[in-house]
């Protein structure tokens, strides 16, 4: 996402909305830091209970489980 969209795009107008959550082994809260994703126009959000991950998997991609490790673009 940052190189390949915001780094390429430096003057586009647009909002990334960056949704983290707890998916894999030693993922916390307290041990993320979000520095793969520098641009101003990010804003970082932390979703404990992985409620936007669960619905794009029931909205958007139909799939079982959680969402994750993906961008939308709309």
């Known amino acids: 996402m940052q190189q390949d969209i ?11 909305y960056a949704i ?10 307290a041990g993320w830091d ?3 994703l520098t641009d101003p126009r ?7 209970q992985k409620l936007v991950g669960d619905w794009f998997a029931g909205q958007v991609t139909h799939s079982p489980g959680t ?3 993906a ?3 709309s």
């Open 42 to 48: 990010v804003v970082h959000l932390w979703d404990e």
């Open 67 to 69: 969402v994750w490790d």
């Open 71 to 73: 961008y939308f673009l």
């Open 6 to 16: 915001l780094d390429k795009n430096p003057s586009a107008h647009l909002r990334v």
């Open 20 to 29: 983290w959550f707890n998916m894999l082994l030693g993922d916390s809260r």
């Open 34 to 36: 979000g520095g793969g």
